[in-house]
C-alpha cells in the first residue's frame, strides 16, 4: 500500500473506529445482465447456509427466479434465511413468500407494519446482501425487481451497480445480515462459519460500515465529511437521490474552492421519485455558483450509489447521498482502497457522462418560478428524502 493509500487509511480508521481488512476480491457488477447471473450462481452453488436481505423485491421474471433458487436450496436442505423490509417489499406476490416458506426458507419480515411501534415505522432496511456459505458476499444498490433486468439499454430497464465481495470483509457484511435478523425476532447463533478468504491475489484492502437509524445522524454523515474533506483532486458522487445536508453542501464548496474537481450525477427525466429529484435541485444554486458539476443521468432510472475518491478510493452499498440513508435506515456502505477497482468505476463513471445533460448555470439560474417554489417547499420533508 503506497503513502496515499495510508493516509486515505489512517483517516478513515481515526474517525470511524473501524478497521480496514486487507486481503479481499472484488469484482464489479454493472446492470442486471450481469448481476444477477452472479447472484443466482452463487445461490446455485451454495452449499450449506444463505442469508439475503434486501428492501426492494416486488414482481417481474427475476423476483420468480430468486424466490424458485432460494426453495429449490432450501429443498436441498441447505439453511435459507430471508430478511424482506415490510415496506420495500409490499409489491412482493404472496404466491412467492408462500413458495419460499413452503420449501422450508426461513422468513422474516423486518418491522411490518401491522404490529410495530409507531414511531419506528418510518425506519426501514434499506442494506442488499447476500452471503452464500460465508464465503462470498454481494451488496450494492440494486433490488429484485423487473426494473432492474436488462443492461440499462432503455427506461425499462434501470442502471445500477452490484459488488461481488470475497475475504475478510464478509465478516462485516455479515454482521449486518445478523443485526437485522435479531430485530425480526430470530436468535443469535454462534455455530456460523464465516470463511473470509478471497480466492484472487487481489488483495484490497476494504472498510466495511453498517448505520442503523437513531435519533442522531449516522455514521454515514461522518463518513461523507471524512471522504469530501480528505479529497485531494476529484470527487465523483453517483446517487440515485441526492439531498445533502447543509454541512455536506459547506464541505463540497470547500473543496471546490481548495481546487479538488468534483462531479455529481443524478436521475434526469426518468426517476422513480420526483419529489426527491426536486428536494436535491434545491442545493444546485449552490453548487453551481461553486464551480462544481452537475449531471442529469437521462437514458434511464440511474440507481448507482457510488463514490470515488482521487482515482483510488471508491465508497459503495446501499446508502445515496440524502437525509433518509443518513438518518432514517439501516444502511450498509463499503470502502474499497484499490486503484484498479477505483478505475473501472471512474471508467463506468466517465461511459455514463455520455449519457448525461450537464447541468449549465446560465439555463438553471432561468429556471420558472413555479420550479422554484416547488424547490423550497420540499425542505419540510427533508428527513423523509
Given at each position: 500500500m503506497n503513502s496515499s493509500f495510508d493516509y486515505y487509511k489512517d483517516l478513515l480508521e481515526q474517525t470511524l473506529g473501524i478497521p480496514f481488512t486487507s486481503d479481499n476480491s472484488i469484482e464489479v457488477l454493472k446492470n442486471g445482465d450481469m448481476i444477477f447471473p452472479a447472484m443466482l450462481k452463487a445461490i446455485d452453488q451454495s452449499k450449506e447456509r444463505i442469508e439475503f436481505l434486501t428492501f426492494v423485491y416486488w414482481t417481474g421474471n427475476i423476483a420468480h427466479k430468486f424466490a424458485n433458487a432460494l426453495a429449490n436450496k432450501a429443498e436441498e436442505g441447505l439453511e435459507v434465511n430471508v430478511i424482506l423490509d415490510s415496506v420495500g417489499a409490499?409489491?412482493?406476490?404472496?404466491?412467492?413468500?408462500?413458495?419460499?416458506?413452503?420449501?422450508?426458507?426461513?422468513?422474516?419480515?423486518?418491522?411490518?407494519?401491522?404490529?410495530?411501534?409507531?414511531?419506528?415505522?418510518?425506519?426501514?432496511?434499506?442494506?442488499?446482501?447476500?452471503?452464500?456459505?460465508?464465503?462470498?458476499?454481494?451488496?450494492?444498490?440494486?433490488?429484485?425487481?423487473?426494473?432492474?433486468?436488462?443492461?440499462?439499454?432503455?427506461?425499462?430497464?434501470?442502471?445500477?451497480?452490484?459488488?461481488?465481495?470475497?475475504?475478510?470483509?464478509?465478516?462485516?457484511?455479515?454482521?449486518?445480515?445478523?443485526?437485522?435478523?435479531?430485530?425480526?425476532?430470530?436468535?443469535?447463533?454462534?455455530?456460523?462459519?464465516?470463511?473470509?478468504?478471497?480466492?484472487?491475489?487481489?488483495?484490497?484492502?476494504?472498510?466495511?460500515?453498517?448505520?442503523?437509524?437513531?435519533?442522531?445522524?449516522?455514521?454515514?454523515?461522518?463518513?461523507?465529511?471524512?471522504?469530501?474533506?480528505?479529497?485531494?483532486e476529484s470527487i465523483r458522487i453517483t446517487t440515485a437521490y441526492f439531498n445533502p445536508n447543509p454541512i455536506i453542501l459547506d464541505l463540497l464548496k470547500e473543496a471546490a474552492d481548495r481546487g479538488v474537481k468534483i462531479q455529481i450525477m443524478v436521475p434526469g427525466e426518468t426517476?422513480?421519485?420526483?419529489?426527491?429529484?426536486?428536494?436535491?435541485?434545491?442545493?444546485?444554486?449552490?453548487?453551481?455558483?461553486?464551480?462544481?458539476?452537475?449531471?442529469?443521468?437521462?437514458?434511464?432510472?440511474?440507481?448507482?450509489?457510488?463514490i470515488t475518491i482521487d482515482g483510488c478510493l471508491s465508497c459503495i452499498g446501499s446508502a445515496n447521498f440524502n437525509h433518509r440513508s443518513m438518518l432514517k435506515d439501516d444502511e450498509i456502505n463499503v470502502v474499497i482502497l484499490d486503484e484498479q477497482v477505483t478505475g473501472e468505476l471512474v471508467d463506468h463513471f466517465e461511459e455514463d457522462l455520455?449519457?448525461?445533460?450537464?447541468?449549465?448555470?446560465?439555463?438553471?439560474?432561468?429556471?420558472?418560478?413555479?420550479?422554484?417554489?416547488?424547490?423550497?417547499v420540499t425542505h419540510l420533508f427533508d428527513q423523509q428524502i
Open positions: 409490499a409489491k412482493m406476490p404472496e404466491e412467492l413468500l408462500e413458495l419460499m416458506k413452503k420449501s422450508g426458507v426461513q422468513v422474516e419480515h423486518f418491522r411490518p407494519l401491522k404490529n410495530w411501534k409507531f414511531w419506528k415505522m418510518d425506519n426501514r432496511t434499506h442494506r442488499k446482501v447476500l452471503i452464500c456459505d460465508g464465503e462470498i458476499a454481494f451488496t450494492g444498490g440494486v433490488g429484485i425487481a423487473g426494473e432492474w433486468e436488462g443492461d440499462a439499454r432503455n427506461k425499462d430497464e434501470w442502471r445500477d451497480t452490484h459488488f461481488l465481495i470475497k475475504g475478510p470483509a464478509v465478516f462485516g457484511l455479515h454482521a449486518a445480515f445478523l443485526e437485522n435478523w435479531i430485530e425480526a425476532g430470530r436468535p443469535l447463533k454462534l455455530d456460523y462459519t464465516i470463511q473470509g478468504e478471497a480466492d484472487t491475489d487481489q488483495n484490497v484492502a476494504v472498510q466495511v460500515i453498517r448505520t442503523s437509524a437513531s435519533v442522531r445522524w449516522s455514521d454515514i454523515v461522518m463518513l461523507y465529511q471524512v471522504l469530501i474533506k480528505m479529497a485531494q426517476t422513480d421519485e420526483e419529489i426527491a429529484k426536486v428536494a436535491g435541485d434545491k442545493s444546485f444554486d449552490t453548487l453551481l455558483d461553486a464551480g462544481i458539476d452537475l449531471y442529469y443521468y437521462q437514458k434511464t432510472m440511474l440507481h448507482a450509489k457510488i455520455e449519457q448525461c445533460e450537464k447541468i449549465e448555470m446560465g439555463r438553471w439560474k432561468e429556471r420558472g418560478l413555479m420550479k422554484r417554489a416547488t424547490e423550497k
